[in-house]
């Protein structure tokens, strides 16, 4: 790349996003008394070209990254320098494409339904692998949003519990769009306190270290009501291109 290049303007912007946000999610934690290693940062790279994924692991030091889509990642997935790098899924996943994307990626947080974590389980067997996933809530049973429905959360747990092959390693959500902020924090402490609550149950099965929920515009609400993880991909990347 050349000096003068468009890539090298873009590369420019996302080390300076990278450490505004950084900055930022360190203020949130600080805000909510907690420290800022307590708050870890994952890159959504849904639509980023590979060469902007690179410049952010090897030259800004992104180490966790999420993709929404299984094709996609695994096409971008040969070129990617994921050397201690770790990769989730973050996006709906379909029972059929369970097989492709279990071996090539370190967690799958968006569980929404009981059938689709037996198919993991059963998949994750066949492996010869335990699968790390995190359950998906939708609390407020937005149509357009997928997630486990507070009525189907419930009755799933025992089930899970029972489940070969997985752990369930905590909870994310994608908040119902539009919110103002004391709809949103509502939203927020209800997740966290659903979180906890599990967490303190110990059922077998589940071992929940990770509440994923906040994203480029709400992430610091999202700390102040305990998020363990934000996800953040357009306020790093810039705006997305669908082709």
């Not at 468009?6 to 590369?11: A, G, K, N, P, Y």
């Not at 402490?189 to 994203?215: C, N, T, V, W």
Request: proline share 3%; net charge negative; aromatic share 6%.
């Amino acid at each position: 790349m050349t000096t003068n290049s468009f890539e090298d303007e873009r590369c420019l912007a996302i080390a300076d996003n990278l450490e505004r946000i950084r900055a930022a999610l360190a203020d949130a934690a600080a805000a909510a008394g907690r420290s800022e290693n307590s708050v870890e940062l994952m890159a959504v790279t849904k639509t980023v070209p590979v060469e902007y994924i690179n410049y952010s692991i090897d030259r800004c030091g992104v180490d966790l990254i999420g993709e929404n889509k299984v094709q996609e990642f695994l096409q971008k997935q040969p070129l990617l320098h994921l050397d201690g790098v770790r990769k989730h899924l973050i996006g709906h996943l379909q029972t059929n494409k369970v097989r492709k994307i279990l071996p090539a990626v370190d967690m799958i947080q968006s569980v929404d339904s009981l059938h689709l974590a037996q198919k993991i389980s059963d998949e994750a067997a066949a492996l010869g692998v335990n699968a790390d996933i995190l359950l998906e809530l939708n609390i407020d049973a937005e149509q357009t949003k997928t997630g486990f429905s507070e009525e189907a959360f419930a009755s799933s747990l025992a089930a899970f519990s029972e489940l070969p092959n997985i752990t369930v390693r905590g909870l994310m959500t994608v908040p119902p769009l539009g919110l103002p902020d004391s709809e949103l924090e509502r939203y927020f402490d209800g997740i966290h306190h659903r979180y906890e609550s599990l967490k303190a149950q110990h059922l077998p099965g589940f071992d929940l270290q990770i509440l994923s929920m906040g994203m480029s515009g709400d992430f610091a609400l999202a700390v102040k009501h305990g998020s363990t993880q934000v996800r953040i991909g357009s306020a790093i990347y810039g705006a997305r291109i669908y082709h």
